[in-house]
Every structure is written in C-alpha cells, then in structure tokens.
T-cell receptor
C-alpha cells in the first residue's frame, strides 16, 4: 500500500544551524506534499506545502524541495531558533479506494539547543 | 473563534466502557476527519466524511462508529473500550475531499483507558 518514510526520527541542532528532514513516498500518483509542525501537547499545524508541478517553495526560513522522479521531498529550516523545536510531519496525498487522503510520515522530533 | 474544536480535551475511563468525542468546525468546510495519534506520535487516519457521507473507513474495529449529523460536526463513539485505544484523537477538516487541501486540526482529545 501507500507509504511515506521520514528521516531522521530525531534531530538535534545548535541555534542558528540549518535542519533538514527528508521523506520518500511510494505512490507515484501523489501530487500534494504538506509539512505539519506539532508543538508539545498541541495540534499539528501546516507550515508549508508543495504541489507536484513545482520543484521548490520557500517561505522565510523554511523551504521544501520535491524530486518527483526519485519520489522524495525535503524540509529545510535555516537559522534555527529554539521555538522551532517540535515534531515535524511530512505527508503525501494518496488514495483509499477512489478517495484521496493524506498519508503521514512517522515524524521527526527537532530539538534546537540555545 | 476556534476553527476546529473538540470535546472533551481529556477522557479517562475504564476498560469496557463506551465513550464519545465531539468535533465541530466553523470554517464552512465540506470534509472532516478523525485521526489517531499513538504513543509514538504516528498520525493515522481513521475516518473521513464529506458532506455527511462516509468516504474513508480505514481498517478500524467496528467498536468505533463515527457520526456526522451535519457537515460542521463529526462525532466519534467508541464501544467496549480497550487498553490499546489509549491515544490522542484528532479531528480535522478541509475545504473539500481528495487529500490535496490543507487540513485544519482540532486541539485533540487525550483518551486514557485504565
């Protein structure tokens, strides 16, 4: 079935460094790739998304790249700050029968040390 | 004005009991979801409704029964609760179905089965 693999599961960086989280997906028909941030005890919230007709998208300190041929996409956070500490989830659109759904990766716990 | 709300926030109950979680969205969205987040933080879709119609039912035990009285509400009833049901349950909504729209999550309901 459809699958999204996310790495690493934990990531620790110093404040000001960059962080990169990578995901691969199995369904070549996937065409929507969002990233969600979940702070401790809070709800997941969308931080950036990319569609399959675009290779890269940037929003201030965060960027996402997509390689459809290789079926992988990545989240890049530059100049990390302690408030970036959270669990980050990638997701890819997939199908349940004929109905679209989001398939989430396993999550990456990012710790930014001051 | 909360976009997606859930009640209760915490639910502690004994094995074998029946409990319900309620969800409401005021975004005017057509599609609503229930997700289960286990202790390892993995987000797994359980159900999805579009305009009160069930469109996704992932391999979830029959003890779980969703109900959508109107497109702004999606409730989850769980019969004969088991220890393995302990998790955080998130409701979410999106403008339409298909897995290619931003999903807005509720604050979550932490269910603990003793």
């Amino acid at each position: 079935g459809e699958n999204v693999e996310q790495h690493p599961s934990t990531l620790s960086v110093q404040e000001g460094d960059s962080a990169v989280i990578k995901c691969t997906y199995s369904d070549s028909a996937s065409n929507y790739f969002p990233w969600y941030k979940q702070e401790l005890g809070k709800r997941p919230q969308l931080i950036i998304d990319i569609r399959s007709n675009v290779g890269e998208k940037k929003d201030q300190r965060i960027a996402v790249t997509l390689n459809k041929t290789a079926k992988h996409f990545s989240l890049h956070i530059t100049e990390t700050q302690p408030e970036d500490s959270a669990v980050y989830f990638c997701a890819a659109s997939g199908f349940s029968g004929n109905t679209g759904k989001l398939i989430f990766g396993q999550g990456t716990t990012l710790q930014v040390k001051p | 004005d909360t976009a997606v709300s859930q009640t209760p926030k915490y639910l502690v109950t004994q094995m074998g009991n029946d409990k319900s979680i309620k969800c409401e969205q005021n975004l005017g969205h057509d599609t609503m979801y229930w997700y289960k987040q286990d202790s390892k933080k993995f987000l797994k879709i359980m159900f999805s409704y579009n305009n009160k119609e069930l469109i996704i039912n992932e391999t979830v035990p029959n003890r779980f029964s969703p109900k959508s009285p109107d497109k702004a509400h999606l409730n989850l009833h769980i019969n004969s609760l088991e220890l393995g049901d302990s998790a955080v349950y998130f409701c979410a909504s999106s403008q339409s179905w298909g897995g290619t729209n931003e999903q807005f999550f509720g604050p979550g309901t932490r269910l603990t089965v003793l």
